[in-house]
């Protein structure tokens, strides 16, 4: 197809103004979302006045000034849906400003006062205050609104069976489970709600070097909203920013193609379609895109949100490098360096993952058009220098330098797959090569249209499209290079998909404009993908089962013989396509745009299959560590939170959720206590502290510290109380009785003021 090249934009992609409908007709698709969002919420125990102070929130608190502020960036208004979810994202970055300064003044009472100073300062200053009331926004077509309305319920009703049906807010029984993560995430939004600096709550004084910007969100919400953590965390923050998401996912696809459709297909694409796969239970041998890791990583989506929105401002940056023609949607215009600047600040703590991908995009823009025209395009090196600013911020000032166990090692998430499988010569070539087809249709087969803008196009990409390819390039070629702890690096490939996601929706979009089908084969096209889908879902529901064989490439042969299947159903489809076209006009040279539709669809039964088959596991999904969350443990950790200071800290004897190796290595991914609790705790669990790269089976790195820890309770002194009490901030002790009982002498040195039974806390006075 030849090598790559870089055209200018052409003028006749400007955007064509679909015409005026009346008012309540526009507005039908975001009520009717959102009416149903609420709905499922209230569903699955939310309270109509947690939804109400949350609503109450979101709209006082990010997005009048986000939107505000956006709208002082931006040049010309586009849409009112683009103004409001852009502006929601600069919400975001502008409530970290805000907790950081009200923490480090250590006012947060006065939190809910933030947002005032936006407000006054549109309201004070005359060349602001017409940001207030902004007129010239374009319609928005209407099937464009209720597609990514459908969108934005579809995935929260996800959601509500993998993830809000499964987790009550606070456990019901002492058989309540939970996945293990969360309790963890509830931690850091507990200690960001009481702290700066930000340490590792379950190790008290231990420095918290990591991507925390998303419990910032949480605890704000907490604190200006007037929410209980809890209901925050597992109810109200993640389906809010998946809806954001969706709608960003769309907006963003039609500021940088000019094209609305690209948008609303991206955001099906990225919300509706899951995962390819052919098992039941659901795997994720490689990593997902949307599939689990949405609701069990609140940074995920968070980090996300931020990056969908960054892409709109750079691509404006890399389009006015490009050319002075008309434009299909308004420029931003110099704004767009301050706005891509907050959002790449805000990135840089959302998700370690996500500059790398950005700075890659840039660069491999600079490089392409410096190639093709022989001069440097100072624009987007601009916008490159801001990316590597932000980037050196989280290197030195978030991260101090620590790696996470990333390190250099080709194909480390692939390589396991065909490591140890028997084979030899020829054979074990077809396993590697397995391997890569496998990856590439589990986690890649949504970004087919990218192949077809390529094709398209002649390799002759627009400067803008080369910005999206350099990204989704840049997200595999990262997982494949890279090593990490736990898999870590496969969250590469989630921040190259933003990319990639978009791009395909893009070359989908220009063939279905150049074959240019009547209404009819629109129409039979549409039914034809529906009908597919169903046959897909079916098939899956009715035949998938669970993975079998020994071999590590095993998980990997369901999807490799599914797609083979429908392979060939495609070339005996293509065939015959291709015999009935010689007499049906209609059907010549359309066969491809409805070959990629299908291709596209494909993975369509991944979400659902995550949420039908999975409905005993209590954590959600159907992958993943359930650890017990017994309602008695943490009513103590809440007993505690109700009672004590915001720095007062707890100590503990239960540091291991389990023995492991006959009962001589201690899983120590314990969390419970901090994060209900919302306290610092001397010593809990260290399993997730940086320094140890997520090996949670390492010992405690301050034995002589652990030792005085327990000893506090099973052979406690009044010097050695004194010492925790004066040096340690310790105030509280919590006996979990089922790591062992408190020593008989505890309550002559301490006062006892609580005892479930199984758990017991006693308060140290000086």
Same mark, same amino acid.
């Given at each position: 197809m030849g090598s790559l090249v870089v055209e200018r934009a052409s003028a006749d992609t400007v955007e064509r103004t679909p015409p005026a409908r009346p008012w309540w007709l526009r507005w039908a698709p975001p009520v009717a979302a959102v009416a149903a969002c609420a709905a499922i919420l209230i569903g699955t125990d939310t309270s109509v006045a947690d939804l109400g102070r949350f609503a109450g929130y979101v709209l006082l608190a990010v997005l009048l000034p986000g939107t505000l502020v956006y709208r002082a960036l931006r040049r010309t208004p586009h849409t009112l849906v683009e103004d409001l979810a852009m502006g929601a994202a600069v919400g975001l970055t502008l409530e970290l400003a805000a907790w950081a300064v009200f923490s480090a003044l250590d006012v947060r009472g006065a939190l809910w006062t933030w947002p005032l100073a936006v407000v006054v300062a549109f309201v004070a200053v005359p060349r602001l205050r017409r940001h207030w009331w902004v007129r010239g926004y374009q319609p928005v077509p209407v099937g464009w609104s209720w597609a990514v309305s459908a969108a934005a319920v579809a995935f929260t009703a996800y959601l509500s069976q993998v993830f809000l049906f499964r987790n009550p807010i606070l456990p019901t029984s002492e058989a309540t489970a939970q996945y293990i993560d969360l309790a963890y995430q509830l931690s850091l939004a507990g200690e960001v709600k009481n702290h700066l600096p930000v340490h590792l709550p379950q190790v008290a004084g231990e420095p918290l070097h990591y991507h925390w910007f998303a419990y910032v969100h949480m605890a704000m919400t907490s604190i200006i909203g007037g929410i209980d953590l809890p209901v925050?965390?597992? !109810?109200?923050?993640?389906? *809010?920013?998946?809806?954001?998401?969706?709608?960003?996912?769309?907006?963003?696809?039609? !500021?940088?193609? /000019? #094209?609305?459709?690209?948008?609303?297909?991206?955001?099906?694409?990225?919300?509706?379609?899951?995962?390819?796969?052919? %098992?039941?239970?659901?795997?994720? =041998?490689? @990593? %997902?895109?949307? %599939?689990?890791?949405?609701?069990? @990583?609140?940074?995920?989506?968070?980090?996300?949100?931020?990056?969908?929105?960054?892409i709109a401002p750079l691509a404006d940056i890399v389009r006015r490098q490009d050319s002075d023609k008309p434009a299909a949607v308004p420029l931003i215009g110099a704004g767009a360096y301050g706005l891509a600047a907050l959002l790449l600040f805000a990135s840089s703590g959302a998700k370690a993952s996500s500059l790398p991908i950005v700075l890659a995009a840039l660069l491999f823009t600079v490089v392409i058009m410096f190639a093709a025209r022989r001069r440097i395009p100072w624009r987007v090196g601009a916008a490159l220098l801001i990316a590597a600013a932000a980037q050196l911020f989280a290197t030195v000032v978030l991260f101090n330098f620590q790696t996470y166990g990333v390190a250099v090692g080709f194909f480390s998430g692939l390589e396991r797959f065909w490591t140890d499988s028997g084979k030899t010569g020829w054979a074990q070539v077809w396993v590697v090569v397995g391997v890569f087809a496998a990856f590439f249709l589990n986690l890649q087969l949504r970004q087919a249209g990218i192949i077809a803008l390529l094709w398209q196009r002649r390799m002759r990409l627009e400067p803008v499209q080369v910005f999206l390819l350099g990204g989704a390039i840049a997200g595999p070629a990262c997982y494949f290079v890279f090593t990490q702890t736990s898999g870590g690096n496969q969250y590469f490939t989630r921040a190259g998909f933003t990319f990639g996601v978009i791009l395909s929706a893009w070359g989908y979009v220009e063939l279905a404009e150049r074959v240019a089908l009547p209404r009819w084969g629109r129409w039979a096209l549409a039914g034809v993908t529906v009908a597919f889908a169903a046959v897909l879902i079916w098939a899956q529901l009715a035949f998938a089962g669970p993975v079998t064989g020994a071999?590590?490439?095993?998980?990997?042969?369901?999807?490799?013989?599914? &797609? /083979?299947?429908?392979? &060939?159903? *495609?070339?005996?489809? @293509?065939?015959?396509?291709?015999?009935?076209?010689?007499?049906? !006009?209609?059907? !010549?040279? #359309?066969? /491809?745009?409805?070959?990629? %539709?299908?291709?596209?669809?494909?993975?369509? =039964?991944?979400?659902?299959?995550d949420s039908a088959k999975s409905l005993s596991v209590p954590n959600g999904g159907s992958i993943g560590a359930a650890v017990p969350m017994p309602r008695s443990q943490v009513d103590v950790a809440r007993w505690v939170r109700d009672h004590s200071a915001p720095d007062d800290v707890i100590a503990t004897n239960r540091h291991c959720w389990r023995m492991l190796s006959r009962g001589k290595v201690c899983d120590s991914r314990t969390f419970w206590l901090s994060a209900y609790a919302e306290r610092r705790v001397l010593i809990e669990g260290w399993g997730f502290a940086p320094r140890i790269t997520g090996d949670y089976r390492q010992p405690f790195w301050d034995q002589a510290l652990l030792a005085a820890n327990d000893a506090a309770i099973t052979a406690p002194t009044a010097e050695g109380l004194r010492d925790l009490y004066a040096r340690h901030g310790v105030r509280w002790l919590v006996v979990d009785r089922a790591a062992g009982t408190e020593s008989s002498q505890l309550a002559a040195l301490a006062t006892k003021v609580y005892d479930s039974g199984p758990f017991a806390v006693y308060q140290l006075r000086a």
């Open positions: 925050v965390a597992l !109810r109200l923050a993640v389906p *809010a920013l998946c809806v954001l998401a969706v709608v960003l996912t769309a907006v963003v696809g039609w !500021r940088v193609s /000019g #094209r609305p459709w690209v948008g609303a297909v991206a955001a099906a694409l990225f919300w509706v379609v899951g995962e390819f796969n052919f %098992t039941d239970p659901v795997t994720t =041998p490689m @990593g %997902t895109q949307a %599939t689990f890791v949405i609701w069990h @990583g609140m940074s995920m989506i968070y980090s996300w949100v931020l990056l969908i929105a960054v071999a590590p490439y095993s998980q990997l042969l369901p999807m490799l013989q599914w &797609a /083979g299947v429908l392979a &060939a159903v *495609a070339v005996v489809g @293509g065939v015959l396509w291709w015999l009935t076209a010689r007499f049906v !006009r209609g059907m !010549r040279r #359309r066969g /491809g745009l409805v070959l990629l %539709t299908l291709v596209l669809v494909a993975g369509i =039964p991944g979400l659902i299959m």
